[in-house]
């Protein structure tokens, strides 16, 4: 009877294949199959233990992201990751935010089409030169190109937003290379920088369109288009300021001059991402 009930009380880890006393297996982390795993009810319980978990740590995470500046990417270094969601997961989630904000609205405010590129933008001489050669190559016109690189542009420009967390990284260590951080450091924070920086333009793009319901021209007006800039670049100013003491302590005129470096780091980022999504997009279209 008393071998029954023991055996009763143990169990046979499916991944170890050893058997447990305990309701988690400790070599592996596998939980102890019960009979009502597999109820319809018991399905249910654990789909939304499963999703209340990750929504939790993903309101978590904006919440300290939009509240906290700095102080999540504090926590994550000093080894306080479980409640929160991961930088990368992070930032694709506020990726696809943004992306999904465009599609909603019919918005693209990091492409520009290709018309814009040869007449207005500043490397407009080299697109020029490069379109030039690349029509006469294929004995084609800019009415049958223009559509294929808009397109493409398009779709480069809101799937190669990590270019700039990879290229602000090296720019922070520059920046902040007298605190001795580990790179790592440099790349959570570009990450997290960069999250803030997406809801920031997604909520943007949602003031140009809501300028567009009240009869205006949204980003086709130059004023919005400025007043908006200058908004984004405030805020981000601003937040930099705040987020650069908990990650990098810094503090005294030394935060001033580091925020100022910064802050004309991303922005001119913006511009240097749309002449890369201008190559990219040449070259593989």
Not at 11 to 16: A, E, H, I, L, R
Not at 121 to 136: H, S, Y
Not at 140 to 146: F, G, N, R, T
Not at 168 to 190: E, K, M, Q, T
Request: charged share 15%.
């Amino acid at each position: 009877m008393g071998k029954d009930v023991a055996r009763r009380k143990t169990w046979t880890c499916p991944v170890c294949h050893r058997t447990r006393r305990l309701s988690f297996c400790p070599s592996c982390g596998e939980q102890r199959l019960r009979r009502s795993d597999l109820t319809l009810a018991d399905l249910a319980a654990q789909f939304a233990k499963g999703f209340s978990s990750i929504d939790g740590r993903l309101l978590r995470s904006f919440r300290s992201i939009l509240t906290a500046p700095g102080d999540l990417t504090r926590a994550y270094v000093h080894g306080e990751r479980r409640k929160f969601l991961g930088p990368l997961a992070l930032f694709f989630v506020a990726n696809a935010l943004f992306v999904g904000t465009q599609a909603l609205t019919g918005t693209n405010v990091l492409s520009s089409p290709l018309e814009s590129h040869l007449h207005r933008q500043d490397w407009r001489p080299l697109a020029q030169t490069l379109v030039g050669q690349r029509l006469a190559a294929r004995h084609i016109d800019i009415a049958a190109y223009a559509p294929v690189f808009d397109r493409a542009a398009i779709f480069n420009a809101k799937a190669l937003m990590i270019l700039m967390v990879l290229a602000l990284a090296p720019l922070l260590a520059l920046i902040f290379y007298r605190r001795h951080r580990a790179a790592g450091v440099h790349i959570v924070f570009a990450l997290h920088l960069y999250t803030f920086v997406l809801i920031l333009l997604s909520f943007s793009v949602l003031l140009a369109e809501s300028d567009l319901l009240m009869g205006g021209s949204g980003l086709n007006s130059r004023t919005v288009d400025l007043v908006l800039s200058l908004f984004n670049f405030s805020v981000c100013a601003t937040y930099v300021y705040l987020a650069i003491r908990p990650t990098y302590r810094s503090s005294g005129p030394s935060r001033i001059v580091e925020t100022a470096l910064l802050s004309i780091a991303i922005a001119t980022l913006f511009v240097l991402y749309r002449f890369a999504i201008f190559l990219i997009t040449f070259f593989t279209t």
